[in-house]
């Protein structure tokens, strides 16, 4: 997590003294953080990170993907997030994630104070993304993105300290399939590619059948040093995966490698960066045997439980050829005795039928003791009509109302903008509670529908952000010493005493008087965490509906057109009925002529017909004019 | 379109009407009657098939191998053990130990309910559901599909179901660490039969049940998205001979044809015997002659209408489908001469049910697809909504032409100085239309949501429908009788047709046997004449409460032949089946009661009213 870094100015100093000492300005890192789970999976976390200093243009960058920095300059970006996400953090299971991410894409950027024309610098922004990592980024519009109040603040400076909401922009697309096209193009952003150090084991066949795969890029802007002397420019790239090792199946064992789990053996750091580490999570060393022994392990303070083994991948690491890193339990697995998160969420959409339903979230506390305020955010999609009047937060152990400390609904546009809903409540301790809003289902205009209609629309997960009361700033269930980012990180973060120069860094902390706060206070943390998305399903027609109609319309029309025809181009004059009889009586009165003409003399027949034919025409309007007379 | 523009001829058209009815209404119903009966035929109806491509049943390769049979049959054992231990009482934390090592994400659902159809009716009863969740790896809990099993104690009068615990277990042994699942697959296990898995379904999408009395349930903790489909299991054992499909649902409601063809193609790839609707002479060799087969058919296709028409519920699929998932029951049946040693084992069941899962797995739409709407003569084939629709719709005519023709005669302009006598107006039959359905209302809703004694309102009810007459032969003329029974053969005509788009097989049971009733009570009789004696039965038999009554008597035959001598006890058993459609009602919302009550006792009321004007 970001609080991780929140106490390693000290060590950034050296850091940055060491930086200069080179010729380039550019610092770079690696690492990999390796934690065995007690479901059986194994998290793997790269991190890929490099700084420069803070310039208003760059012409050139020695580590810093280039295509990156030139879009932040074109579209006057100050912070950029960006995340690809496949498959959902189980945190039940699993606990909280270094990085947390919704299912599907995310773009979150702060603007600059001076930017002009947001709306098209922010189209133009997706695009280019869009086109930078191959993902659909370009279906991002002003209908699915909004401007968070509080639960979305700059991480990083803020060089031009305006911290208006309405300078960031925000979107989700929940449907969003990540796959080998989005990991192809986000290696090339690393500094090595995929060609040496940890980037060689980016194996896209082993991550994407992983059971969570997630890509992330942020560019935050950040201090080099306590008092702010010199700005950086901070890259990170991240990939994060939950891999099960074939093991699991066979043997119900958790017996990891790296060989097995990516099918890549280690090899030294990628040259160009200043540290290459891997790190493994040995927390559980009591009931796991670790190979190979590592140079020096780290202990986080706190807890004194957990333990992280180092490998300097620069400092001549060796592998065993055999055996390469990995672990292996010693015990069977057991499940179901996962730890209990703090706060977890749960949300479905309620009701079923396609004219109304609902979005519920249940969040639960399981602090015994302490009472957790969350601030939640819903975007929802303009298609469904939200009533805000149902919007309601109560305690699902005794049914009682949450109060809302603070609350922002911003009503949805038709296809143009969604439903905003931000709102900070206080969980109790020990209790679960259920965020409650009804809408009604709408009908799309038939050409709007996807090729897929019945496979129900997505809308994108709720954000819920927590500021947890954590001892060491830290809300990840990965153990991840504060010691420990002066070994990965290579860049700086700002914490709260650059707000001595007015830069002001915020992050969304759901304080009840509604004062931004900042989290880079001693005790606490910020946790961000995502639900799962959800379908629902529109009512949809049936397509094939127009045909119907079009026939039906046809088939009615011609019908109804003959008579009203008649009716209204026809001359009606009146005839004597005995000088111009009907037509029954009429050809009644030929047949019998005819028969007795045919009877005497054949040859008249032809002349008799001939005479009839002429007839036919006065005919109709004698039969008309016959009806009307009878009317 | 001579008719559009020219009003003359539509005097014409009444005269012909008045004039011809009688011998049209009988033609037509029975062409109708003719018409439905000959849809049962195979030339006359359509083979059954797979319409929604995404499905592909039978291209993968089964993994169900012997040692998941083994699996299978040990928690059989285990199960069965478990339930000796502990005294018939459902071993819910046993099952939920099972799937939690299996690696599931297991969760418990408590509801608290009334049985109202118990002894004990007052007491509020605690029940405990059990559901497994295996999460599809690179999914995002988007959708889902369940495979449920209603927990029966060992001392259960319906089919036992340990069998089919223990396929969810091996199952879900079997597919934990498959990596091409795209959907969650829910295993869930129900107790109490029809409340667990009502409350259940509910909480899952949740909808209250809190306004209900003495209901409270506990909200579920972990969901799959929107469930796609849903296959209840109620198998009992290892050596069964064959399986029964069960498909319809609560008031005549259908699962989606796809998800029938499914498993059929896919139970009939392993080679198990199949039956629809319980009719086991399926399982006999196709008969030869065309009689035989038209039998056969006709049978199948009647257990199924009848099923539907009853609208009660015939398994715990019926709530799935109530909240638009498209879901069956299967049943594994023995055959009475083999003594419960049937050839199909878990392996079989195993392979199929994993097929099936695959298959829903592959949907990438909701099934919407193939047809809602069916009835089945036979596994192969089916008869359409389009192609039973039109003799429904003769079979009902006759009650329209007849309203037409009382309406003309009615209006009627021949005899200017006869129609001055005769004619009546709305004004005056409105009381008789408002006392009709009043009595009717009043009966229903003072004892469903007033909660009064129903024997009663039935009793109240049933005096002042009877008593009726005394009043009508003082203020009611022959006109106003004619305007009458017209308006109210008018009002079933929309009734029935209307019923018919809900549940066709009710409308269908209804029309057969009221159209002629209506018809022919409505028919001008003389007041000394025989017919009217008859006439008078016809009416006092199709009485809508005696229907009911009639199922009770039928499905407690032997009791009730035993309480013969003391005959209060013997009307009290008779009004049971009478209260239990109400309880049916209440609980879990069958029409056959609102249909009685609310459609046709308003109609019998006013029929009986006219008939002694």
Known sequence: MRGAFLFSVLIGVVLAVSASEKRVS??????????????????????????????????????????????????????????????????????????????????????????????????????????????????????????????????????????????????????????????????????????????????????????????????????????????????????????????????????????????????????????????????SQGQMVFWPSSTFTLTHSPSAKGRIAVYDLKHNQTWEKSRGLGGKSTARLEH???????????????????????????????????????????????????????????????????????????????????????????????????????????????????????????????????????????????????EFSQLGGGQMRDTATASSDGQKRDTATASSDGQMRDTATASGCFLRLYTEPLLVSLPTPDFSMPYNVICMTCTVLALAFGPIHALTTKNFKLIDLAENPPLLERVKRKGQLLLTKFRKTPPAVVVVAAEEEDDQQPDVHDEDVKNSDSE | ????????????????????????????????????????????????????????????????????????????????????????SFPADEIKDSFRKIGLDVYDHFYNFQNRSSADRTTVQQGRNIYAILRASRASSLESVVFAVPYRPASTKHIRTEGGIALLLALANQSKHKHYWAKDIIFLVTSNE?????????????????????????????????????????????????????????????????????????????QIPLVIQGNAKLLDRYPEDFLGKYLRDLETAGKMVAAAASGALEGIHGFFQQCNIQSL????????????????????????????????????????????????????????????????????????????ALWAKGTSTDEPDKASVNSSTMGAILPWLLL??????????????????????????????????????????????????????????????????????????????????????TAVTAHDSPIRLLNALLLFVSFPIVPLIGRSVCENWSDLLALVPHWESVIVHSLKGVSASFVEYSEYGNWLVPVAFLFLLPLWISNWVIFWV
């Open chain 2, 194 to 270: 029809h409340f667990g898995a009502k409350a259940w379904v509910e909480a899952y999408h949740g909808v209250s049940q809190a306004s209900k009395k003495n209901f409270s349930d506990t909200p579920l903790r972990g969901r799959g998205g929107a469930i796609q489909a849903a296959l209840v299991l109620e198998i009992p054992g290892s050596d069964i001979d064959y399986l029964d499909l069960r498909l319809v649902g609560l008031n005549g409601q259908m699962p989606n044809m796809d998800l029938f063809t499914l498993t059929r193609s896919l139970f009939g790839n392993q």
């Open chain 1, 336 to 482: 179901g005795t996962e730890r209990q998160p703090i706060i977890s969420a749960h949300r479905f959409v309620a009701g079923y039928g396609q004219q109304n339903g609902g979005i519920r979230c249940v969040i639960e506390n399981t602090h015994p003791t302490a009472a957790i305020t969350v601030s939640y955010l819903e975007m929802l999609p303009w298609f469904l009509r939200v009533y805000f009047h149902t919007i309601r937060v109560k305690s699902l152990v005794d049914g009682r109302p949450i109060p809302l400390l603070k609350s922002h609904f911003g009503p949805g546009r038709d296809r143009l903008a969604p439903h905003h809903i931000e709102v900070i409540f206080t969980i109790p301790a020990a209790t679960t509670v259920e965020f409650g809003v009804d809408f009604d289902f709408t009908l799309l205009k038939w050409t709007e529908y996807p090729p897929d209609a019945h496979r129900g629309f997505d809308v994108p997960p709720a954000v819920i952000g927590v500021k947890l009361d954590q001892p060491g700033g830290q809300c990840g269930d990965f153990i991840f010493p504060a």
């Open chain 2, 1 to 88: 379109m001579g008719l559009l523009t020219d009003p003359g001829r539509s005097d014409k058209f009444a005269k012909l009407l008045i004039s011809h009815h009688t011998k049209l209404s009988v033609v037509v119903y029975i062409v109708g009657l003719c018409w439905l009966f000959a849809l049962v035929d195979d030339n006359f109806n359509l083979r059954v098939k797979i319409s929604e491509n995404a499905l592909l049943p039978g291209l993968v390769q089964s993994g169900f191998a012997t040692e998941d049979e083994g699996f299978a049959k040990k928690a059989y054992k285990t199960l069965i053990e478990q339930q000796k231990n502990g005294n018939g």
């Open chain 1, 26 to 283: 550019d610092t770079s890192s690696e690492e990999l953080f390796i934690s065995p789970l007690k479901t059986g999976h194994v998290y793997l976390h790269f991190k890929f990170a490099s700084s420069t200093p803070l310039k208003a243009h760059y012409a050139h960058t020695d580590y810093l993907p280039k295509p990156v920095v030139d879009i932040l300059e074109k579209h006057s970006v100050d912070e950029l997030h960006v995340r690809l996400t496949q498959g959902v953090f189980r945190h039940s299971k699993w606990g909280y994630p270094i990085l947390s991410a919704p299912t599907g894409g995310e773009v979150w950027a702060w603007f600059k104070p001076d930017a002009e024309g947001l709306p098209e610098k922010w189209k133009g922004l997706t695009n280019s993304l869009s086109g930078l990592l191959c993902a659909t980024f370009s279906k991002i519009d002003t209908a699915n993105s909004l401007s968070p109040k509080w639960n979305f603040r700059p991480e990083g400076l803020v060089p031009g300290g305006n911290l208006n909401s309405s300078l960031s922009r925000y979107s989700m697309l929940p449907g969003e399939n990540v796959c080998t096209e989005n990991l192809t193009p986000w290696k090339k952003l690393l500094p090595c590619s995929d060609r040496a150090g940890l980037g060689r084991l980016l194996n896209s066949i082993k991550l994407l059948s992983a059971h969570y795969f997630s890509l992330s890029l942020d560019v935050t802007p950040v201090c080099a040093d306590v008092a702010c002397s010199q700005k950086r420019l901070a890259i990170e790239i991240t990939a994060t995966a939950v891999v099960a090792p074939g093991s699991l199946q066979d043997t119900n064992q958790l017996n990891w490698s790296i060989r097995d789990l990516l099918e890549m053996d280690l090899d030294t750091g990628c040259p160009l960066t200043d540290k290459s580490h891997i790190l493994v999570d040995q927390s």
């Open chain 2, 436 to 521: 009709a359905h009043g009595i009717s209302f009043g009966t229903f809703f003072g004892h469903v949501y007033l909660g009064r004694d129903l024997g009663l309102t039935l009793g109240v009810s049933t005096f002042l429908a009877f008593s009726l007459p005394l009043l009508a032969s003082r203020f009611m003329s022959r006109a106003d009788a004619d305007l009458l029974k017209s308006v109210n053969l008018i009002e079933m005509a929309v009734g029935l047709y209307a019923l018919s788009m809900l549940n066709f097989s009710l409308a269908l049971v209804i029309a057969i046997v009221s159209v002629p009733v209506a018809v022919w009570a």
């Open chain 2, 329 to 404: 029951s299967v049943r594994g049946l023995t055959r009475s001469g083999t003594g419960g040693r049937g050839k199909i084992g878990f392996r079989d069941l195993g392979i199929t049910l994993e097929g099936i899962c695959r298959s829903l797995n592959n949907l990438l739409e909701r099934f919407h697809q193939s047809y809602f709407f069916y009835i089945l003569p036979s596994a192969t084939r089916f008869v359409s909504i389009g192609l039973y629709m039109p003799p429904l719709g003769l079979i009902v005519l006759p009650v329209v032409l007849r309203a037409l």
